[in-house]
């Protein structure tokens, strides 16, 4: 696989490949990049989700829920019964959206440590039947922003079989990229190597 002209719309996940030197009788480790595109992630199919996504693309923003909550004052309570018990790290991550709209390349990245965290406590009543997916459209948010500024940052194992898995789905019927399945293929070897 070619790499893209634009790697904003990509997350970039190193992987090891061992090779075998025959002649020199040496295993060398190179670094391969595996591109796995990002797939925006719709509203859900209500009025409700439909407006918080609008609101949010409009204003080329994170869907903060903080704000969800003074914008569209109906949803305080879904949020507030599916989100009370991690409210104060929304809290948190609402501070370091904040924070990076106004400059700070260090709070999308803490931004996105805060999204990847909550993203495993989805999906909820909130999510499921008002807002929509917001976490993983923030998810590629940040990435994309972070590849925009040009800062370094790896993803959890679990985040990065989720954003294959993704991208599986949305080229399901294409033809095969038979470089990004060897890749993907190797990535999970090393994941399932790895040390705990």
């Known amino acids: 696989m ?29 670094i391969k990049d595996l591109y796995i595109e990002l797939i925006d992630v719709q509203p859900a199919d209500n009025e409700t989700s439909k407006k ?9 923003e994170p869907i903060d829920l903080m704000e969800v909550m003074n914008f569209f004052p109906e949803l305080m309570n879904p949020i507030f019964e599916s989100y009370y018990q ?8 609402s501070m370091h959206f904040k924070e990076g709209l106004n400059g700070s390349a260090n709070s999308w990245r803490m ?17 499921a039947q008002y807002i929509g997916d917001f976490q993983t459209r923030n998810l590629n948010y940040l990435i994309r922003k ?11 194992d679990a985040t990065v079989a989720y954003l ?12 095969q990229d038979r470089e ?17």
């Open 52 to 60: 918080v996504f609008q609101y949010f693309n409009d204003n080329d």
């Open 180 to 196: 990004f399945e060897k890749l993907v293929e190797l990535w999970r070897y090393n994941v399932k190597e790895r040390p705990v």
């Open 164 to 175: 294959i898995k993704r991208r599986n789905k949305a080229y399901q019927g294409k033809k």
């Open 86 to 93: 991690n409210i104060n790290l929304y809290e948190k991550l």
């Open 2 to 30: 070619d790499q893209p002209d634009k790697k904003t719309n990509y997350y970039v996940e190193p992987v090891e490949i061992e090779i075998y030197l025959k002649k020199a009788g040496k295993v060398r480790t190179i």
């Open 146 to 156: 972070l590849n925009e500024l040009d800062q370094l940052f790896l993803l959890e």
């Open 111 to 127: 931004a996105l440590y805060f999204t990847e965290l909550l993203l495993k406590y989805e999906p909820t009543v909130a999510s």
